[in-house]
């Protein structure tokens, strides 16, 4: 038997009316520790709460739709660039000479890339499609790259 119990069927003299007595006691208990809980708790909760949606940023605008078209980004793209050599490629394989308009402000996912890397990689596309630039003609809308196949006999 609890201690608990043993004082409350003391106090009461019966051990089946001290039990009840007990579960009152014991519900009260519980009811009064969940509202000091819920009071200590709350506040902080609250807190956190708020710290969080600032960190998510404002709310989205009311007046926009999810089913509204987004417009593409006018500027060229360097995918469309290297999708360009593989034609290319195909064009001076059967004719022996191709070109390539590479234009300026190129882009990558839509983020601005500079001159010197999409240089990069638009060679480094030619020779993995077997072209080697002749040569590159600048005019003010971009480059246009004359190729031609790789010799195979030249090492």
Not at 24 to 31: G, H
Not at 54 to 71: C, F, L, Q, Y
């Amino acid at each position: 038997m609890s201690t608990a119990l043993r004082i409350v069927e003391a106090m009461v003299g019966s051990p089946e009316v001290a039990s009840t007595h007990l579960a009152a006691i014991q519900a009260d208990v519980l009811v009064r520790s969940f509202a000091i809980a819920l009071v200590v708790v709350t506040p902080l909760w609250l807190h956190r709460r708020r710290r969080a949606r600032r960190a998510e940023g404002p709310p989205p605008d009311s007046t926009t739709t999810d089913d509204s078209v987004a417009t593409p980004d006018p500027r060229p793209r360097l995918e469309a660039v290297i999708a360009d050599v593989e034609r290319a490629a195909t064009s001076a394989a059967v004719e022996g000479t191709a070109t390539l308009d590479v234009p300026t402000d190129l882009t990558i996912d839509g983020a601005p890339i500079d001159t010197g890397t999409a240089d990069v990689l638009i060679r480094d596309a030619l020779r993995r499609s077997g072209l080697v630039a002749v040569t590159e003609t600048s005019t003010p809308a971009g480059r246009t790259i004359e190729c031609r196949p790789i010799d195979p006999t030249h090492p």
